[in-house]
């Protein structure tokens, strides 16, 4: 391990727990549904998309989730400098930021859950959002607390998948 260099974190990053910004995404998209009705649109597969993203979305914070218990680290993501491991097995082989890989899931399922060409328009906002505010300023603290490990980490297994 490497030592230990104190990363500067300033504005959003880090302020707003991962799982309020889903609150507030959906909340967003809600409004907007209602805001342009005249981009409504029915789609007959619609249930079936809505429980696919849905499912797949508890499996990933749920397999996340429980891979940080089993590895004894923090799951509080305001939080990265408590990390005591990189956890790097099961779904973490495939993707560093399962649990909020699982939101991203729940929003595409909450947008086809909507019928509203509009709601579409806040998934790569939503990923941009997180990856500027939560997902880069958690990678610059584990680099930082975690050296080489981390930066071998971060090239063999992408951001989200």
């Known amino acids: 391990m490497?030592?230990?260099?104190?990363?500067?974190?300033t504005g959003l990053a880090l302020k707003i727990p991962p799982a309020l910004i889903f609150i507030l995404w959906i909340a967003m998209m809600a409004t907007l549904r209602y805001i342009f009705p005249g981009l409504n649109y029915e789609l007959f597969l619609?249930?079936?998309v809505v429980g696919l993203f849905f499912i797949l979305g508890i499996f990933l914070v749920l397999a996340g989730f429980f891979s940080f218990r089993k590895a004894k680290t923090t799951i509080n993501p305001r939080k990265p400098e408590k990390t005591t491991a990189i956890v790097t097995s099961g779904i973490f082989r495939l993707s560093r930021n399962p649990m909020y890989l699982g939101f991203l899931?729940?929003?595409?399922?909450?947008?086809f859950m909507q019928a509203n060409l509009v709601t579409f328009v806040f998934l790569p906002l939503f990923v941009f959002y997180m990856?500027?505010?939560q997902?880069?300023?958690?990678?610059?603290?584990?680099?930082?607390q975690f050296g080489d490990i981390y930066y071998r980490y971060?090239?063999?297994?992408?951001r989200w998948l």
């Open 135 to 144: 997902i880069i300023p958690e990678e610059k603290i584990l680099l930082s």
């Open 131 to 133: 990856n500027r505010y």
């Open 105 to 111: 899931m729940w929003v595409i399922a909450w947008a």
């Open 154 to 158: 971060l090239n063999k297994v992408g």
């Open 2 to 9: 490497t030592e230990h260099r104190p990363v500067n974190i």
């Open 46 to 48: 619609t249930p079936y």
